[in-house]
């Protein structure tokens, strides 16, 4: 706020000094020379001239040196200047004086004021009657039949008519009243300057009241919550619009003011002090907010220490615009102000564009190109606005070639290619962000379009880092070229460079080569289970270089595209599942077949695998005969993934049935049979190897 004071009052004090330099109510005896006179007390032309003038031949000045001492001057000159002009504000109050009383009717202040007090109340008057007029208009969104959406945007369109309708009316019927009259050429300015500042004071008020909200009771039927644009608590609401009320009608109680003390009499250096003298009471109130503001936390170290900084940067603020220094002086506003705009202006954008009942309506295109689009607003704004405070002209710029010329054109067309640049990669990221999440698939959509969403999921992601790295080449080269660097070697080199780092990177340059023609060949996508080699998994996501790849088991693999060589798709189109089962040889083959042809029909008919079911479990044949059974292999189409759990229930079911018809699943057995010839063999056998192992055990025991 203390910067936002310094602002008008560096613009009415220039303006001050345009309108001492045209105007001059003082009578002389010889207005040139007088003129003449006050041109070589004025500090800029003394520095214009110290700086024209040229230095001996034996002691050459560097050109740092010249502009150091220019400023030097500058700012000596000025402050010298306002100390010569304290003595004679008395004498230029006085002057003032008669100048009012000869210029109304011999008629003093009183007359001002009672005229302006007038004016205010017959513009306060047709306020009350039109307010009495519209009061009883149902403001729409307020009946019970509209929704919630509706009736907020309602109430806000309510609450903007009625805040700006009421200062319309109150300023046409003011102004125009006064204006209808023939007044005095000093009564007239007067009036009619401090009308326009209490009038843009109400306005701003407005604007506080519509972002703020602070009369956090008045909540309209049906809401919850108070309509405020910016988020704040009631206690922050209040506190910051009192203190924007008190600011603002200080800052144009001044503004008006100080632009009329060149109509009064008063001199350009008188001027400029009396202002300097006005924002010491701006000062005061930023550096209150700053100790008083609401939602900081008890008085620490660290917060005191904030606190501190803060005053005595704004001290500093305040004594570059003394110094005349408006240069520095609006760099260091723009670092204390222009940040928190940025946010401010994004957060009234979104609340203004992003509708409650609908959540997706935060990341549209129209809600980035609106929120944006606000955002390099407020800085283009700024932007202009400096070159306005450093006094430069565009045509100026364009026809010099000096160097500081150049680099100030570079630097305001850099900016204003950036904030291009940003707002193009901000609406392209936020229509793919969106694309993306419409393509979910989901069990609704045909297997045509699950297929066309799967192939957005998996090129997208590619096409935003590949637009983010052109959008940033290309606005850095048109910076560098705005600058006055010359970027045909640049990007000649740039060339020559790559070739040698494709030389040198050869396994990077096949991987991205090779994951170009993947996605061309449309080999995976985003959520395919694939495998190649050792590596197989379900795709999570890729880049440029590799694509990851998640395993059933959970761990992940970065492979690169160079790697992968032929894949194996297990997740496109359609599935064959082969199955076999062995029956013993006494089985009815027949019988079998028609169970499993029943238990596949069955499954296809069951809701929690007909839709994944392409064509029912049945029976192929007999595959062939075994050593213990009867092979029987059986086939089942079904959609890819989904064969895993239609054949578990299939053996499960099939199991049941065999049991339940006597056919018997055939496993391996070993039979053992006992006889009289073979029983004595094995005994004699077993006799004979005792027999053969005594000697041994003799030649064992002998010492």
């Given at each position: 706020?203390?910067?936002?004071?310094?602002?008008?009052?560096?613009?009415?004090?220039?303006?001050?000094?345009?309108?001492?330099?045209?105007?001059?109510?003082?009578?002389?005896?010889?207005?040139?020379?007088?003129?003449?006179?006050?041109?070589?007390?004025?500090?800029?032309?003394?520095?214009?001239?110290?700086?024209?003038?040229?230095?001996?031949?034996?002691?050459?000045?560097?050109?740092?040196?010249?502009?150091?001492?220019?400023?030097?001057?500058?700012?000596?000159?000025?402050?010298?200047?306002?100390?010569?002009?304290?003595?004679?504000?008395?004498?230029?109050?006085?002057?003032?004086?008669?100048?009012?009383?000869?210029?109304?009717?011999?008629?003093?202040?009183?007359?001002?004021?009672?005229?302006?007090?007038?004016?205010?109340?017959?513009?306060?008057?047709?306020?009350?009657?039109?307010?009495?007029?519209?009061?009883?208009?149902?403001?729409?969104?307020?009946?019970?039949?509209?929704?919630?959406?509706?009736?907020?945007?309602?109430?806000?369109?309510?609450?903007?008519?009625?805040?700006?309708?009421?200062?319309?009316?109150?300023?046409?019927?003011?102004?125009?009243?006064?204006?209808?009259?023939?007044?005095?050429?000093?009564?007239?300015?007067?009036?009619?300057?401090?009308?326009?500042?209490?009038?843009?004071?109400?306005?701003?008020?407005?604007?506080?009241?519509?972002?703020?909200?602070?009369?956090?009771?008045?909540?309209?039927?049906?809401?919850?919550?108070?309509?405020?644009?910016?988020?704040?608590?009631?206690?922050?609401?209040?506190?910051?619009?009192?203190?924007?009320?008190?600011?603002?009608?200080?800052?144009?109680?001044?503004?008006?003011?100080?632009?009329?003390?060149?109509?009064?009499?008063?001199?350009?250096?008188?001027?400029?002090?009396?202002?300097?003298?006005?924002?010491?009471?701006?000062?005061?109130?930023?550096?209150?907010?700053?100790?008083?503001?609401?939602?900081?936390?008890?008085?620490?170290?660290?917060?005191?220490?904030?606190?501190?900084?803060?005053?005595?940067?704004?001290?500093?603020?305040?004594?570059?615009?003394?110094?005349?220094?408006?240069?520095?002086?609006?760099?260091?506003?723009?670092?204390?102000?222009?940040?928190?705009?940025?946010?401010?202006?994004?957060?009234?954008?979104?609340?203004?564009?992003?509708?409650?009942?609908?959540?997706?309506?935060?990341?549209?295109?129209?809600?980035?190109?609106?929120?944006?689009?606000?955002?390099?607003?407020?800085?283009?704004?700024?932007?202009?606005?400096?070159?306005?405070?450093?006094?430069?002209?565009?045509?100026?710029?364009?026809?010099?070639?000096?160097?500081?010329?150049?680099?100030?054109?570079?630097?305001?067309?850099?900016?204003?290619?950036?904030?291009?640049?940003?707002?193009?990669?901000?609406?392209?990221?936020?229509?793919?962000?969106?694309?993306?999440?419409?393509?979910?698939?989901?069990?609704?959509?045909?297997?045509?379009?699950?297929?066309?969403?799967?192939?957005?999921?998996?090129?997208?992601?590619?096409?935003?880092?590949?637009?983010?790295?052109?959008?940033?080449?290309?606005?850095?080269?048109?910076?560098?070229?705005?600058?006055?660097?010359?970027?045909?070697?640049?990007?000649?080199?740039?060339?020559?460079?790559?070739?040698?780092?494709?030389?040198?990177?050869?396994?990077?340059?096949?991987?991205?080569?090779?994951?170009?023609?993947?996605?061309?060949?449309?080999a995976f996508r985003v959520g395919e289970y694939i495998q190649s080699g050792s590596y197989k998994g379900t795709v999570e996501s890729?880049?440029?270089?590799?694509?990851?790849?998640?395993?059933?088991?959970?761990?992940?693999?970065?492979?690169?595209?160079?790697?992968?060589?032929?894949?194996?798709?297990?997740?496109?189109?359609?599935?064959?599942?082969?199955?076999?089962?062995?029956?013993?040889?006494?089985?009815?083959?027949?019988?079998?077949?028609?169970?499993?042809?029943?238990?596949?029909?069955?499954?296809?008919?069951?809701?929690?695998?007909?839709?994944?079911?392409?064509?029912?479990?049945?029976?192929?044949?007999?595959?062939?005969?075994?050593?213990?059974?009867?092979?029987?292999?059986?086939?089942?189409?079904?959609?890819?993934?989904?064969?895993?759990?239609?054949?578990?229930?299939?053996?499960?079911?099939?199991?049941?049935?065999?049991?339940?018809?006597?056919?018997?699943?055939?496993?391996?057995?070993?039979?053992?049979?006992?006889?009289?010839?073979?029983?004595?063999?094995?005994?004699?056998?077993?006799?004979?190897?005792?027999?053969?192992?005594?000697?041994?055990?003799?030649?064992?025991?002998?010492?």
């Amino acid at each position: 706020m203390a910067a936002l004071a310094l602002v008008w009052l560096a613009a009415m004090g220039s303006a001050s000094m345009a309108q001492a330099q045209q105007t001059s109510t003082v009578p002389v005896a010889d207005e040139k020379f007088q003129a003449f006179i006050k041109m070589l007390d004025d500090p800029d032309i003394r520095a214009r001239l110290d700086a024209m003038a040229v230095p001996p031949a034996d002691k050459p000045v560097a050109p740092a040196a010249s502009q150091m001492a220019v400023w030097d001057s500058l700012i000596r000159n000025h402050l010298v200047a306002l100390r010569n002009a304290v003595p004679r504000i008395p004498g230029e109050a006085a002057n003032t004086v008669r100048i009012v009383r000869s210029e109304i009717n011999n008629r003093g202040f009183a007359t001002i004021l009672v005229l302006f007090a007038a004016l205010l109340v017959l513009g306060f008057g047709a306020e009350w009657v039109f307010k009495r007029a519209v009061g009883g208009v149902k403001q729409p969104g307020s009946g019970q039949a509209a929704g919630a959406s509706a009736a907020r945007e309602g109430n806000r369109a309510a609450r903007l008519f009625a805040e700006l309708a009421p200062l319309v009316v109150f300023s046409l019927v003011s102004a125009g009243v006064f204006l209808a009259f023939d007044w005095p050429a000093l009564l007239r300015v007067v009036i009619l300057t401090y009308l326009v500042a209490f009038i843009v004071a109400r306005v701003v008020m407005a604007i506080g009241r519509i972002l703020l909200a602070p009369n956090g009771g008045a909540i309209p039927a049906g809401q919850e919550k108070p309509l405020r644009l910016v988020p704040a608590s009631d206690a922050e609401a209040h506190f910051w619009y009192r203190r924007l009320a008190v600011f603002t009608g200080y800052l144009m109680a001044g503004w008006a003011t100080v632009s009329l003390l060149p109509h009064l009499g008063f001199s350009p250096d008188a001027t400029r002090l009396i202002a300097y003298l006005l924002g010491i009471g701006l000062l005061v109130l930023a550096v209150e907010m700053v100790w008083r503001r609401p939602g900081r936390p008890a008085t620490t170290q660290r917060i005191s220490t904030r606190e501190w900084l803060l005053t005595i940067y704004l001290v500093l603020l305040w004594g570059l615009w003394v110094a005349g220094l408006n240069g520095a002086l609006w760099l260091g506003i723009y670092a204390l102000l222009l940040p928190k705009a940025l946010t401010i202006a994004g957060q009234v954008a979104e609340a203004l564009v992003v509708r409650p009942d609908n959540a997706t309506s935060a990341n549209s295109v129209r809600t980035v190109l609106i929120n944006r689009g606000v955002r390099a607003l407020v800085i283009l704004l700024a932007v202009l606005w400096l070159s306005l405070v450093w006094r430069l002209d565009p045509g100026a710029m364009a026809e010099g070639n000096t160097t500081i010329n150049r680099i100030v054109r570079g630097l305001f067309h850099g900016a204003l290619i950036l904030l291009v640049a940003d707002l193009i990669w901000q609406l392209a990221k936020a229509y793919i962000g969106r694309t993306l999440e419409l393509a979910a698939v989901d069990d609704t959509i045909t297997p045509a379009e699950a297929a066309r969403r799967s192939r957005l999921r998996t090129l997208l992601p590619i096409f935003r880092n590949m637009l983010a790295v052109l959008l940033a080449t290309v606005a850095v080269l048109m910076v560098l070229s705005g600058l006055g660097v010359q970027i045909a070697p640049l990007i000649a080199g740039a060339g020559i460079f790559g070739v040698a780092i494709g030389f040198g990177s050869q396994t990077l340059v096949k991987d991205v080569l090779s994951g170009v023609f993947y996605m061309l060949d449309d080999a995976f996508r985003v959520g395919e289970y694939i495998q190649s080699g050792s590596y197989k998994g379900t795709v999570e996501s890729f880049s440029l270089r590799s694509v990851k790849l998640r395993h059933h088991r959970g761990p992940i693999y970065t492979v690169p595209f160079g790697e992968l060589g032929a894949i194996q798709n297990m997740s496109r189109d359609w599935v064959i599942d082969k199955i076999t089962i062995g029956v013993t040889y006494d089985s009815d083959v027949d019988l079998a077949r028609k169970l499993i042809k029943k238990i596949g029909q069955e499954l296809a008919a069951d809701p929690e695998f007909a839709a994944d079911t392409i064509e029912p479990l049945k029976m192929q044949g007999i595959d062939n005969f075994g050593d213990y059974a009867i092979v029987l292999r059986m086939k089942l189409m079904t959609k890819p993934g989904t064969q895993f759990g239609i054949k578990r229930r299939a053996l499960m079911m099939i199991k049941a049935a065999f049991e339940e018809n006597g056919i018997k699943i055939a496993v391996p057995t070993v039979h053992v049979e006992s006889g009289g010839e073979t029983a004595a063999a094995a005994h004699q056998a077993n006799q004979t190897l005792k027999k053969s192992k005594a000697p041994l055990e003799a030649v064992r025991d002998t010492p």
